[in-house]
């Protein structure tokens, strides 16, 4: 392009010069037609026809960012109602909570694979639960197959120990301070104790509570009921003679409900606490008061509300493609269309650019087009994790619009990227600049079947080969909606334009 403007230019001089030379007097003429070269769009060829100049340019630089915040938990919930049962409650003798996960093998390479904590109260206590040690309860063997994965739910309630949180004094099994003899709406009422998160062994508390064995208080199962889900059911097998309670009489027995609590899948230990560290501000979630409240009263919504402050999917980008192109030009997609089958399913399912850059290198109406596939500092071409970065460079004219797309890499077949038609470069004849990702979107592209994102094994972090998984029913190019893990884009990506006249 600017060679094209500097031929023009030179091209007027000579024309100037021209006149100039044959009438020396008539300077006037040449003076007149300078100024309409500096005024005018268009000049005359030989015929008499209008030949049109370049109008305004510039040299643009585009730079791609990963803006993810990375969050230490996958997927949180909570378990509150009882099987049959339609409000919240504890579990009694025979009854149990069921609840549903999603989780692949990993959620980001090496990461150590995906695991299941929660937290319990042992009611018949001051301030005792139930969980998994710090590292959480695998989800997937060794060789990469799911846990109960036959068709049978795995038993794992010997991974399931009995804490004490360190939060309130214990007393006599009984006592007036445990939560079956407080009003139900009663809360952190017994002495504080200023202690540490400890495991129960030999069954007895610091208080010498003889306390029964977990698996006759607690079941714990988990059944893999498809692709990278599971279901996970914790059941009450107490019954009226499980514990002593002297607190309440001498000779009294009782059973031992199971609190309400809160679950985490997550690939990093300790979510909830540390052994031998006090519980307030712990473990991945840092709760203040979360595992307390849970550990005392039973109670949930302090743990649930900051284990999912801590939830999140971390998205990585993958290479992409850029064009530069005509207005009327809609080079990747057209939204609520088949994919035109031209490499943006290599691009929204695998992360590779180079069949549509091939493409759109061939395409009427594109001026230049091109690839980022290394990041800013690398020395080779790969995905940009949270902080990484692209960039790329080209120069345009008036009247061009930007198209690009880069992959959700935690998806089957999602990307992101302009509208269909791309952005305008200029903005009445000036060039635009700053930041512009409020014009991206998130899109599928219609070629392959979703999954849960960041679990799906089908998805190109966990899938065994490219390419691979089955089929959208739904053909379309259509939007994505945040929502769920889904996060906001403006959360995943960052798309800032710089400008340099021409």
């Known amino acids: 392009?600017?060679?094209?403007?500097?031929?023009?230019?030179?091209?007027?001089?000579?024309?100037?010069?021209?006149?100039?030379?044959?009438?020396?007097?008539?300077?006037?003429?040449?003076?007149?037609?300078?100024?309409?070269?500096?005024?005018?769009?268009?000049?005359?060829?030989?015929?008499?026809?209008?030949?049109?100049?370049?109008?305004?340019?510039?040299?643009?630089?585009?730079?791609?960012?990963?803006?993810?915040?990375?969050?230490?938990?996958?997927?949180?919930?909570?378990?509150?109602?009882?099987?049959?049962?339609?409000?919240?409650?504890?579990?009694?003798?025979?009854?149990?909570?069921?609840?549903?996960?999603?989780?692949?093998?990993?959620?980001?390479?090496?990461?150590?694979?995906?695991?299941?904590?929660?937290?319990?109260?042992?009611?018949?206590?001051?301030?005792?639960?139930?969980?998994?040690?710090?590292?959480?309860?695998?989800?997937?063997?060794?060789?990469?197959?799911?846990?109960?994965?036959?068709?049978?739910?795995?038993?794992?309630?010997?991974?399931?120990?009995?804490?004490?949180?360190?939060?309130?004094?214990?007393?006599?099994?009984?006592?007036?301070?445990?939560?079956?003899?407080?009003?139900?709406?009663?809360?952190?009422?017994?002495?504080?104790?200023?202690?540490?998160?400890?495991?129960i062994t030999n069954n007895s508390c610091a208080f010498g509570n003889v306390l029964p064995e977990n698996d006759e208080v607690i079941k714990v199962t988990i059944e893999n009921i498809g692709p990278s889900k599971f279901k996970v059911r914790i059941l009450n097998v107490s019954d009226g003679m499980t514990i002593a309670t002297p607190g309440q009489g001498e000779g009294t027995r009782a059973p031992v409900p199971i609190s309400p609590g809160v679950?985490?899948?997550?690939?990093?230990?300790?979510?909830?606490?540390?052994?031998?560290?006090?519980?307030?501000?712990?473990?991945?979630?840092?709760?203040?008061?979360?595992?307390?409240?849970?550990?005392?009263?039973?109670?949930?919504?302090?743990?649930?509300?900051?284990?999912?402050?801590?939830?999140?999917?971390?998205?990585?980008?993958?290479?992409?493609?850029?064009?530069?192109?005509?207005?009327?030009?809609?080079?990747?997609?057209?939204?609520?269309?088949?994919?035109?089958?031209?490499?943006?399913?290599?691009?929204?399912e695998d992360g590779i650019p180079t069949m549509l850059a091939g493409s759109l290198a061939a395409k009427t109406g594109n001026t230049i087009s091109g690839t980022f596939d290394t990041p800013l500092g690398a020395t080779g071409p790969g995905a940009i994790g949270p902080g990484g970065s692209y960039q790329f460079s080209f120069s345009a004219a008036d009247g061009d619009h930007l198209s690009l797309a880069t992959m959700f890499v935690q998806s089957n077949d999602w990307f992101y990227a302009f509208p269909p038609e791309g952005i305008p470069l200029f903005e009445n004849g000036i060039a635009i600049s700053g930041d512009v990702s409020a014009n991206i979107f998130l899109y599928d592209a219609g070629t392959e079947a979703d999954e849960y994102p960041g679990a799906g094994l089908f998805q190109v972090i966990r899938q065994s080969s490219g390419d691979s998984g089955p089929g959208d029913p739904n053909t379309a190019v259509r939007l994505i909606e945040p929502n769920g893990n889904i996060p906001a884009t403006s959360g995943v990506i960052r798309v800032t334009i710089s400008t340099a006249p021409f």
């Open 1 to 199: 392009m600017k060679t094209r403007k500097i031929q023009q230019i030179m091209i007027g001089l000579a024309m100037v010069s021209i006149v100039a030379c044959s009438d020396p007097d008539n300077l006037v003429v040449a003076e007149t037609l300078d100024t309409t070269l500096d005024n005018t769009s268009d000049l005359q060829d030989d015929s008499g026809e209008l030949m049109p100049v370049d109008p305004a340019q510039a040299d643009f630089t585009v730079t791609i960012e990963n803006v993810v915040m990375p969050k230490p938990i996958f997927q949180s919930g909570v378990f509150n109602t009882p099987v049959g049962k339609t409000t919240p409650g504890p579990l009694f003798p025979g009854d149990a909570y069921e609840f549903y996960i999603d989780a692949g093998p990993s959620v980001l390479p090496n990461d150590g694979g995906t695991r299941l904590s929660f937290v319990t109260m042992f009611v018949q206590s001051n301030d005792l639960f139930f969980a998994p040690g710090e590292e959480g309860i695998a989800l997937y063997n060794e060789n990469g197959t799911a846990i109960g994965c036959n068709g049978t739910p795995v038993d794992v309630t010997d991974q399931i120990a009995l804490w004490d949180a360190g939060t309130e004094v214990n007393e006599v099994t009984g006592g007036p301070n445990q939560k079956p003899q407080q009003d139900p709406m009663a809360e952190d009422q017994g002495v504080d104790e200023n202690g540490v998160v400890t495991k």
């Open 263 to 348: 679950y985490a899948v997550h690939t990093m230990p300790a979510p909830f606490f540390e052994v031998g560290q006090v519980a307030t501000g712990a473990g991945l979630v840092a709760s203040a008061e979360g595992v307390e409240d849970i550990a005392e009263d039973g109670s949930t919504q302090a743990l649930l509300m900051d284990t999912q402050a801590a939830t999140g999917l971390t998205v990585p980008l993958s290479p992409g493609i850029w064009a530069s192109h005509n207005s009327d030009v809609q080079p990747i997609y057209q939204l609520n269309s088949p994919d035109f089958g031209e490499g943006l399913e290599a691009i929204a």
